[in-house]
């Protein structure tokens, strides 16, 4: 057990007390779509079908039915054994965090707490290749942090020295790393204190809000989508006190919330989506749903044929989250994200099952079209912009595959309160946006040691779309190291070719795709090959043709198992050959 002065360090300081105008693409992109298989009428779907498979319990926890509970998944019969909420609402959290690891690993009741269970407060055990050691995914609502809250990540992370870091996620949200589980309870009450949560951020529960990363500065943007996400945050968590009605979902579930052109949330990779639109004059949301990536399929989000009043936003959420929990299937893991639920049932039934679900039993029909500008062309909001704010300028920072160090993470807090006011945003890229700079104190920020070495506001055109999932230093899913190579492959790329405009390249260490390589323009999935010399090396997919904003699409195979020594040429060959690269004449000393 941890000592108290221990303890002590993760508490904050009050707790040791007591854009421009529009730009147009010619023509009209088409709308994003997925052609899901052929599903039954409406009349074809069983009544028993719709029974509900969970039901509530004392505690105010949802459980499967008894008659439900054959052919389940692992992880439903670890969800089964024992209420993996209870270690936040029951407070098992701080017995459990008491136990040795030994005698944790030696009782499979506590095991299953520490390698299942802590996902529900956002504690991931590494025990592959991190024994003993936790990454903590918080909950940021629009990717919206303040300085208070990083000195205070950073804090945490600096006492691990060389095990502690952190990493932005690709959903505008933090990771922290090194955490070891008897110095848990006080994080919490860290994070606590500073406002934030880790609650109901892994496993099966709704993921982090995602919204405009720069609602409310942005000259262009449609609606600030800050009030919606901190109200989907606040449902979703019950104000960080923890909400057992949407907890036992049959898998992980992501929302968004759409407030620019641009489409920088990534709406079709949702499994809901809030479309700003308005009808009968009044300002609202059309909704698309389903969208998911999945290690054996993917697809793009759906219309519900649903609107709903911008004032009233939660009632459909609450719906669908319901609807999903009461009739997802609890099988193999890789079919039950909502989409396969939508597929089984058909749209019109889903719907039909959602409506039922609503307040009043009324669900209105989706308005004829959206905001969205079909013809805009993406923004760049790396670098300097000027804000909404008359004097005011945003600066948005690259940081290279979005792994960060205390040191860093204490400099940006630093630079938000000396040259903004106290805020930072995070993007589903991995990078930073610092609001609210005068534009007399640009250069003096653009001067900066951290932005001129570190966190440039200017990358390449390669390493500003470069994004890479954790990889197996740290993840035990992942087959590859990614990180790392992923900055080694696009620098020697960069000594081959010239390219003449961003190409964004993913990196996912797995399947699981947490690298989102299906919306990249160049994607690579980690998997095993045999070399030249028929020995086992790491490998990867090669993907090409997503794309993101009005004209979305998932991008598909190109091709398959290039081990990473090698791909290099092979990257640079395809750069020339469908984005317009040009060979660059290498010096000998490059050679």
């Not at 934030?196 to 720069?214: A, F, H, I, K, Y």
């Not at 943007?221 to 800050?226: A, H, N, P, Q, S």
């Not at 070719?497 to 399947?511: D, E, L």
């Amino acid at each position: 057990m941890a000592s108290s002065a221990s303890l002590q360090r993760f508490l904050p300081p009050s707790a040791h007390a007591a854009s421009s105008s529009s730009r147009r693409r010619p023509g009209r992109a088409r709308a994003a779509v997925s052609v899901p298989p052929p599903v039954p009428a409406a009349g074809e779907v069983p009544s028993e079908r719709l029974e509900p498979r969970v039901e509530q319990r004392e505690g105010g926890y949802w459980v499967l039915k008894e008659k439900y509970r054959t052919g389940l998944n692992p992880q439903e019969k670890v969800k089964l054994e024992k209420e993996p909420m209870g270690l936040f609402m029951e407070g098992g959290i701080k017995d459990l965090a008491k136990i040795p690891m030994e005698e944790i690993d030696a009782a499979k009741l506590t095991k299953d707490d520490v390698d299942v269970r802590l996902k529900w407060l956002g504690l991931f055990h590494r025990r592959k290749h991190q024994y003993g050691r936790f990454m903590m995914r918080l909950k940021l609502p629009n990717g919206v942090t303040t300085s208070e809250q990083t000195r205070y990540l950073a804090s945490v992370i600096e006492a691990y020295g060389a095990d502690g870091c952190a990493d932005v996620t690709t959903r505008q949200n933090w990771q922290i790393r090194g955490v070891t589980l008897p110095d848990v309870p006080a994080i919490l009450e860290g994070l606590r204190a500073v406002g934030l949560t880790s609650l109901q951020s892994g496993m099966d529960n709704v993921r982090n809000p995602v919204g405009n990363p720069l609602a409310g500065i942005d000259p262009d943007e449609i609606v600030d989508t800050r009030p919606y996400t901190n109200l989907l945050s606040s449902y979703i968590t019950n104000n960080s006190q923890g909400n057992p009605t949407i907890t036992n979902l049959p898998r992980k579930w992501n929302v968004c919330v759409i407030g620019t052109h641009d489409l920088y949330e990534h709406p079709h990779i949702n499994d809901l989506a809030y479309m700003p639109a308005v009808k009968d004059g009044k300002f609202g949301f059309n909704l698309l749903v389903g969208g998911f990536i999945s290690p054996k399929r993917w697809g793009e989000a759906l219309p519900l044929d649903a609107w709903v009043p911008g004032d009233d936003i939660i009632p459909v959420c609450k719906a669908i989250l319901e609807a999903y929990r009461d009739l997802g299937n609890r099988g193999n893991r890789q079919k039950t994200r909502m989409m396969w639920l939508i597929d089984e049932l058909g749209m019109e039934v889903f719907r039909s099952e959602v409506e039922k679900r609503m307040p009043n039993g009324v669900l209105e029909r989706a308005a004829p079209e959206d905001l969205i500008d079909k013809k805009w062309e993406r923004r760049d909001y790396l670098g300097v912009h000027p804000q909404k704010q008359e004097g005011l300028s945003y600066v948005g920072l690259h940081v290279p595959v979005g792994r960060l160090q205390a040191a860093d993470m204490f400099k940006l807090a630093r630079l938000a309160d000396e040259y903004g006011t106290g805020e930072l945003r995070l993007t589903v890229e991995q990078n930073i946006v610092l609001p609210n700079v005068r534009n007399e104190r640009i250069d003096a920020l653009l001067a900066e040691p951290l932005l001129r070495e570190r966190l440039s506001p200017q990358p390449s055109l390669l390493l500003k779309g470069l994004v890479a999932c954790t990889g197996n230093q740290f993840c035990g899913q992942a087959i590859i190291e990614t990180k790392a190579r992923a900055l080694q492959v696009t620098r020697e790329v960069e000594k081959r070719v010239t390219v003449p405009r961003p190409v964004r390249m993913h990196w996912t260490g797995c399947p699981n795709s947490c690298g989102q390589v299906q919306v990249a323009d160049i994607g690579f999935m980690g998997c095993l090959t045999k070399d030249s010399d028929g020995n086992i090396c790491e490998a990867a997919d090669i993907f090409v043709g997503g794309r993101v904003g009005s004209d979305s699409h998932l991008a598909d195979v190109y091709k398959k198992a290039v081990p990473c020594k090698d791909l290099v040429p092979v990257v640079a060959d395809l750069l020339v050959e469908r984005f317009g690269a040009v060979p660059r004449e290498r010096e000998e000393d490059e050679e």
